[in-house]
C-alpha cells in the first residue's frame, strides 16, 4: 500500500529530483520530517520510488513563491491554478517538501 499519491504526469519529474515539493491539503498535512513513504501514481495506485519527507509547512496561494514553482518544476502562475484545479475551496495548503529515497526505475 502507498503513503502518498501524486498525478501520473509528474512521476518522471519526481524520479528525477526536478519535483521536489508537493502541496497538498489539511488531510495529508500529518506527514512528518523523517517519514520514509511508499509513493504511487494517482491514476492507478502502482508505487514507482520511495521519499523521504524533509519538512511540512502550512501555506497560502499568496505565500507561494517562484521558488516554490521552481520545487514542483513550474512556473508560478500554472502552479498556483494546478493547486486551485485540485483543491477549489482550500485556503490553507502545506508544503512537504521530500527528496527522492529509493527509486525503482
Known amino acids: 500500500m502507498n503513503d502518498i499519491t ?3 504526469r509528474f512521476e518522471a519529474d519526481i524520479l528525477a529530483g526536478r519535483k521536489t515539493i508537493t502541496i497538498r491539503d489539511k488531510s495529508e498535512s500529518h506527514f512528518k520530517a523523517g517519514d520514509i513513504l ?3 501514481r494517482f491514476e492507478d495506485n502502482q508505487y514507482f520510488c520511495t521519499i523521504e519527507v524533509l519538512s ?3 501555506i497560502t ?3 507561494l513563491t517562484e521558488q516554490h514553482a521552481k520545487q514542483e518544476n513550474m512556473g508560478l502562475d500554472e502552479l498556483k ?3 486551485r484545479g ?3 475551496n482550500e485556503e490553507v ?3 512537504i517538501e521530500f527528496m527522492n ?3 525503482l526505475l
Open 6 to 8: 501524486f498525478y501520473q
Open 38 to 40: 511508499r509513493v504511487g
Open 56 to 58: 511540512v509547512s502550512p
Open 61 to 63: 496561494l499568496d505565500e
Open 81 to 83: 491554478e494546478v493547486i
Open 86 to 88: 485540485i483543491y477549489p
Open 93 to 95: 495548503f502545506y508544503v
Open 101 to 103: 529515497a529509493y527509486s
